[in-house]
Every structure is written in structure tokens, then in C-alpha cells.
């Protein structure tokens, strides 16, 4: 297999926004990662969309930036939606399949469950009065995957004893190996992680009640 | 088929491979033999883990907040199974301990755990 570099990043800043449309968002940072990288958008080959709500807003975002012609692929797979279009573009470049492949990562969490935004509602109706009367997938109208981490954080902490500050010392361990990375030179990966947040390298365990 | 028989939960156990799991299905997902029958949990258990829940839930007729919770039920042998559902609406958030006994309450949407002991 080929090695595989990420030679450009663009980020749209994280936030609620509701009045953006998908492409809104998408658009900037597409326009971004090819800015920083220094290349025609048509040397692009390919691109994978990873995410849930959104669907074909790929096709919106790469017609806003007029990169039409190349293979589009929607990646969907929960909260690692993003991730895993990172690897299926990895993969293309890996095998030789393509050159240089776009990986977007966009979604807009609703003001409801992630249900909402991950399942439910974006299968079709019938499938939803099936769900309903297959009475165990309920369960999908009141947890999702931050219900589930949490369910499993309760237990670590009842059966080891794991304190609310030790999991939150976890950030601040990705924080020092961020720190790291800044003492080798590697930025661009740090700002694609953590958008709009300079003073990152400042975070200690805060207020847990 | 029904979630729940006489109180207990309506598992499913396979009479080829011994694989245990909830709720009824007419097939075993382990094996895909189709030789399986009834097999009764609970009503008692032990509530492994819950948390609290702000979110209006999609389904049900209750208000946030609310708990939900993952219970462990004895099945033969050393065996048992994890079950996820929620906490009897309206139980006082304080009165939920973990590793505490549980009881199986029919619903027509959720498993429902009722706080029955520490």
C-alpha cells in the first residue's frame, strides 16, 4: 500500500447554527482545505461525505464550489461519520485507486434527541411504524450513543471507583499530547481538531458538581 | 409476540446452540437455527448502570428528566443477559442505586425498572 498524507485542512467554526443550511457550512471549509494545500480543485478525484442528517449534501456543497464530475459517496455511520470518510478516502489513495481525495466531515444536530438526528427519522415512514411496533428498537426514542457512553462511564465509576475528575482528566491528557505535537512543529492537525479554541493548551479539570 | 409473560421478560433461547436473548424473536441470531423457544427472565435484577436523561424522549408519555438504565438478569447456568430500559417515571432520582434489585413493570413501549431494593 501506498503511504497517505493529509496535505490540507479547512474548518468551518463549530456552532448551533440554524439558520445555515448544510452547504453554508460546508462550502467555506471545502474552499479551505484546497487553499491550503495549493491545488486546483479539479485535480480532486473523488470525495466521501461522512454524515448522518445530511443527506446528499455533498452534491450541494461540491456544486457550490463548482467541482462536479467525480465520484461522490455519502458515509454514514453515527458519530463517527466524519472518521470514517478520512478512511474510505485513506483507502482510495492507499490502493492506488486515486491521487487526491476530498474527505468532509458536516452535520447539524437538532434540538432533540440523537435519534432524531441518527436514525430514526431518516428512514423511511414505513419503516418508522415498523420500528414502532417492533417494540425493543423503542428503545431508540430515548437513548443514543452519548446515553450509552454515559451508561457505561456510571458503571466504571461504581465498580472502580473512577472519579468525575479522573474521566475529565482524559481531555487534559489529549491536551498535553497536543502540546506535543505543537513542540514538533505539527499545527495544522491541532487547528482542524479544535477550531476557534487558541487557548486550548490552557485546559485543566474544572468545575464538577 | 409480547415483551413480557406474567411479569417476566419474553426471552428467547435456542434449543441447538443454548444462546439466551431478548426480546422473542422466531430465530436465534447466533446460530440461525429456528428451533427456539420461550425462555423467562427476571422479574428480578440488578441494576448495572443508569443515568438521567433532559431530552424529550421520542417515544413514551413522560417528561425530562428522566432515568434510564442498563439492568443484568440470571439466566441458567453462569449466563446472564443485560437489558436496557428505563426507570419507573416518577421514582425520585435519589432512591436509583446502582447494583440494586430491580423489578420487570409491562409496559406497551419499554422494559420498565422498578427500584425494589439496594
Not at chain 1, 119 to 145: H, V, Y
Request: charged letters at 20%; a negative charge.
Amino acid at each position: 500500500m501506498r503511504k497517505v498524507a493529509v496535505v490540507g485542512a479547512g474548518v468551518f467554526p463549530f456552532g448551533r447554527h440554524d439558520d445555515l443550511l448544510y452547504m453554508n457550512m460546508g462550502r467555506p471549509a471545502v474552499l479551505e482545505a484546497i487553499q491550503d494545500v495549493g491545488i486546483d480543485k479539479k485535480q480532486i478525484e473523488a470525495c466521501y461525505c461522512g454524515t448522518t442528517g445530511g443527506v446528499g449534501v455533498a452534491h450541494d456543497i461540491l456544486n457550490e464550489i463548482d467541482l462536479l464530475g467525480i465520484p461522490v459517496t455519502r458515509v454514514e455511520n453515527a458519530c463517527v461519520s466524519g472518521s470514517n470518510a478520512i478512511r474510505q478516502a485513506w483507502m482510495d489513495i492507499a490502493l492506488g485507486v486515486n491521487d487526491i481525495v476530498l474527505a468532509i466531515g458536516i452535520e447539524k444536530m437538532k434540538d432533540n434527541s440523537m435519534a432524531t438526528v441518527a436514525g430514526a427519522t431518516g428512514r423511511t415512514q414505513l419503516e418508522m411504524k415498523a420500528l414502532r411496533n417492533f417494540k425493543i428498537f423503542s428503545s431508540l426514542g430515548i437513548m443514543g450513543p452519548p446515553g450509552y457512553f454515559a451508561l457505561a462511564a456510571q458503571r466504571h465509576m461504581a465498580e472502580f471507583g473512577t472519579t468525575n475528575e479522573q474521566l475529565a482528566k482524559v481531555v487534559v491528557v489529549v491536551n498535553v499530547i497536543e502540546s506535543l505535537f505543537h513542540s514538533f512543529g505539527v499545527t495544522d492537525l491541532i487547528e482542524l481538531a479544535i477550531p476557534d479554541t487558541p487557548n486550548r493548551k490552557d485546559v485543566t479539570v474544572a468545575v464538577f458538581t | 409476540m409480547s415483551l413480557f409473560i406474567e411479569g417476566k421478560l419474553n426471552a428467547v433461547k435456542c434449543n441447538d446452540c443454548g444462546h439466551i436473548r431478548f426480546p422473542f424473536m422466531d430465530y436465534c441470531n447466533k446460530c440461525q437455527s429456528t428451533k427456539v423457544d420461550s425462555y423467562l427472565l427476571g422479574p428480578k435484577g440488578k441494576l448495572m448502570s443508569y443515568t438521567i436523561s433532559y431530552i424529550r424522549p421520542m417515544l413514551g408519555n413522560f417528561k425530562p428528566p428522566y432515568a434510564y438504565g442498563v439492568s443484568r438478569f440470571l439466566a441458567e447456568g453462569d449466563k446472564s443477559i443485560d437489558i436496557m430500559g428505563i426507570i419507573q417515571p416518577g421514582t425520585p432520582f435519589e432512591d436509583i442505586k446502582i447494583d440494586g434489585t430491580i423489578e420487570i413493570v409491562e409496559d406497551k413501549v419499554f422494559v420498565v425498572f422498578k427500584m425494589v431494593g439496594d
